[in-house]
């Protein structure tokens, strides 16, 4: 094995598509998965890749300091990529506590286990943070963030991801840890946990049920294939500069309504049902408190320098995660019982 590199957060979302890429890519690398397992976390989405030779799972925590410590000894890590996180924000707003603790605290055990076991050994070695445009706050009509734009989070989510943030570049600059950050916009495809609009408005829809459309539905997200976004990674880990920061979006902006009302279109000819069928079940509901109205990035740097592109449109990227989970229903089925339930009567109630 050339290298051993530790993927925190493997089998959240992200992660697995991530960790999936650089298993099945780089046969001479060792691809360590570190994952908690919370409610967001699973195993089945790494089914296909478990048994591959360069392929590792730990279960452990990243608030854990000592447990961290005595991993990064034990395997020696070259890079690590950061994934691990709380990322639903409207569970940020009812535990703001839990991202904290490991948005902010479980990234500076990272760093700090990185620090000390490259100490003097720094050359070839990269800490790469995996974080999101939210650091950036809410744009109004116009303009787009660049990798310039100051921070302003807005939510504990977003505030806890602008902290890790800071905590990577203080690393970089007080002891010469080589890092790059990534800030992305919101992703979709599969293996997305249904707190998350596209997979619960999916779910809802199979199920018939109301589809929760918060506020006036006006509110303007950029959509990025998750696979776009780990290839985007693999080439700012290999071919990005050490210190600095590259934005990933999908050119790709709308605002929630339009994009429930193509969803509800695509899941009405998925589902050989009468179009217009789905839309009926939109419901339009209270407002997420500190609701940011527009996010939209500018990824020309990534695209100018290292020459990443989203390689999907949006109708055929939606197209696929539709038809992945129609075909895969039992993965919804297996996490959507007991504490999701729960989750959603208390969210939604
Ligand atoms: P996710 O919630 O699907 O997965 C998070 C993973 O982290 C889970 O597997 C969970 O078990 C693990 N985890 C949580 N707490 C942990 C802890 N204390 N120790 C170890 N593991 C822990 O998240 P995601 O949507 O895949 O996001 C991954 C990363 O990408 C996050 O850092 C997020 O901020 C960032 N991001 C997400 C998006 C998006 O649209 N989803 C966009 C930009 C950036
Ligand atoms: O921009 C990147 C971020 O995108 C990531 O950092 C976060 O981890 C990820 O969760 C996502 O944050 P959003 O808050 O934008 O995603 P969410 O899917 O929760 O909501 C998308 C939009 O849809 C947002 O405007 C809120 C709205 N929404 C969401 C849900 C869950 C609804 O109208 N109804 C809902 O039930």
């Known amino acids: 094995m050339t290298k051993t590199i530790l993927i925190t957060g493997g089998a959240g979302f992200i992660g697995s598509h991530l960790v999936r890429l650089f298993v099945n890519k780089y046969s001479d690398y060792r691809i360590v ?11 089945e989405n790494l089914r296909d890749i478990e048994s591959a030779s360069n392929y590792i799972f730990e279960k452990g925590d990243i608030i854990d300091s000592v447990y961290i410590k005595d991993l990064f000894l034990k395997y020696n890590f070259d ?36 620090k000390d076991l490259w100490k003097g050994k720094e ?14 706050g809410s744009l109004g009509d116009k303009g787009l963030f660049l990798e310039t ?21 203080a690393y970089g600059n007080t002891y010469g840890l080589p890092f ?8 979709y495809g599969p293996n997305q946990f249904p707190e998350k609009l596209l997979p619960l408005f999916i779910n809802n829809i199979r199920n018939n049920e109301s589809l929760p459309v918060y506020g006036d539905g006006k509110f303007t997200r950029d959509w990025l294939y998750v696979i776009d976004h780990a290839i985007a990674i693999d080439k700012i880990y290999h071919e990005g500069s050490n210190g600095e920061t590259y ?25 050989e049902k009468e179009v217009g ?12 408190p500190g609701h940011d109205k527009r996010y939209a990035i500018d990824a020309n740097k990534l695209k100018n320098e290292l020459g990443w592109e989203p390689s999907l449109q949006f109708e055929e990227g939606l197209a696929k995660t539709i038809a992945w989970y129609l075909d895969n229903e039992e993965w919804m089925d297996n996490i959507t019982t007991g504490d999701y339930q729960n989750y959603y009567k208390e969210q939604y109630r």
Not at 33 to 43: I, P, S, V
Not at 277 to 288: A, M
């Open 33 to 43: 998965n570190l994952d908690k397992l919370t409610y967001a976390g699973n195993l």
């Open 247 to 271: 934005n990933i979006g999908g050119f790709n902006e709308w605002t929630n309504i339009n994009l429930i009302k193509v969803l509800c279109k695509q899941m009405d000819i998925a589902l």
């Open 180 to 187: 790059v950050i990534s800030n992305c916009s919101n992703n």
């Open 277 to 288: 069928t789905s839309e009926g079940l939109i419901t339009y509901v209270r407002d997420r």
């Open 79 to 114: 890079g690590v990529i950061h994934l691990a996180a709380e990322s639903h924000v409207d569970r940020s707003i009812a535990n703001p506590m839990d991202f904290i603790m490991t948005n902010v605290l479980g990234t500076v055990n990272l760093l700090n286990a990185a």
């Open 149 to 169: 734009t100051p921070y302003d989070p807005q939510s504990p989510y977003s505030s806890s991801k602008a902290s890790s943030d800071h905590f990577v570049r």
């Open 123 to 136: 050359k070839g070695k990269l800490f790469y943070h995996v974080s999101t445009d939210e650091v950036y």
